[in-house]
């Protein structure tokens, strides 16, 4: 029996690179979702919430496949690190960091053929070394990491502003957890290694 199509429920191409790893053919859907928070939702909620929107979102317009959504929300002592947009926006967001832990819950939703949401929250806990204003400039200037929650990108230089990494899944931080994405997949029937 052939296997469902997957979709990937978002055009970032940090997901995309992360998703290679474990499929050959997928392809990617935008799910035009409204990212905008609700009142008093929790870091880990918000996640949560809008993964499963964004799988859902494309699912009603591909019944029948598997569909993978994800999402990823920055935690600052409870203020959420949104994507910064801009250049001034990124530093603010990493003189806050400094020096600090930062928690990012990432969020994974697999929908199988059946339309079934299966869930999973990774969290991942990054404490920031002290940084100056200059390795800060240099930084930015360097990765422009205006599409990144939290303004970095782990993968690239951005790993030189951590003193430690605290989680289960090290794919997590990059935007979709592949361990537990894997067990997602093989639930909805994808036969994976």
Request: net charge negative; proline share 5%; glycine share 6%.
């Given at each position: 029996?052939?296997?469902?199509?997957?979709i990937l429920?978002?055009?970032?191409?940090?997901?995309?690179?992360?998703?290679?790893?474990?499929?050959?053919?997928?392809?990617?859907?935008?799910?035009?979702?409204?990212?905008?928070?609700?009142?008093?939702?929790?870091?880990?909620?918000?996640?949560?919430?809008?993964?499963?929107?964004?799988?859902?979102?494309?699912?009603?317009?591909h019944p029948?496949?598997?569909?993978?959504?994800?999402?990823?929300?920055?935690?600052?002592?409870?203020?959420?690190?949104?994507?910064?947009?801009?250049?001034?926006?990124?530093?603010?967001?990493?003189?806050?960091?400094?020096?600090?832990?930062?928690?990012?819950?990432?969020?994974?939703?697999?929908?199988?053929?059946?339309?079934?949401?299966?869930?999973?929250?990774?969290?991942?806990?990054?404490?920031?070394?002290?940084?100056?204003?200059?390795?800060?400039?240099?930084?930015?200037?360097?990765?422009?990491?205006?599409?990144?929650?939290?303004?970095?990108?782990?993968?690239?230089?951005?790993?030189?502003?951590?003193?430690?990494?605290?989680?289960?899944?090290p794919t997590?931080?990059?935007?979709?957890?592949?361990?537990?994405?894997?067990?997602?997949?093989?639930?909805?029937?994808?036969?994976?290694?």
């Open positions: 029996m052939p296997q469902p199509d997957v429920a978002s055009t970032s191409a940090y997901r995309a690179a992360l998703l290679r790893r474990l499929l050959d053919t997928f392809t990617q859907a935008s799910p035009g979702t409204d990212e905008d928070p609700l009142e008093g939702e929790a870091p880990s909620a918000r996640a949560l919430r809008l993964a499963e929107a964004k799988a859902r979102a494309v699912a009603v317009a029948g496949a598997v569909i993978i959504g994800s999402d990823q929300v920055a935690d600052l002592d409870g203020t959420v690190l949104d994507k910064p947009g801009t250049v001034h926006a990124a530093h603010r967001q990493l003189e806050a960091s400094s020096g600090h832990d930062v928690v990012f819950h990432t969020a994974v939703c697999v929908i199988d053929a059946h339309g079934d949401a299966h869930t999973h929250l990774d969290e991942t806990r990054v404490t920031f070394r002290h940084l100056t204003h200059d390795d800060i400039v240099r930084y930015v200037e360097r990765e422009r990491p205006l599409d990144c929650a939290g303004s970095f990108k782990c993968e690239g230089l951005g790993i030189t502003l951590f003193e430690r990494i605290a989680n289960e899944d997590a931080l990059i935007g979709l957890p592949l361990i537990a994405t894997s067990r997602l997949l093989r639930t909805a029937g994808i036969t994976l290694p």
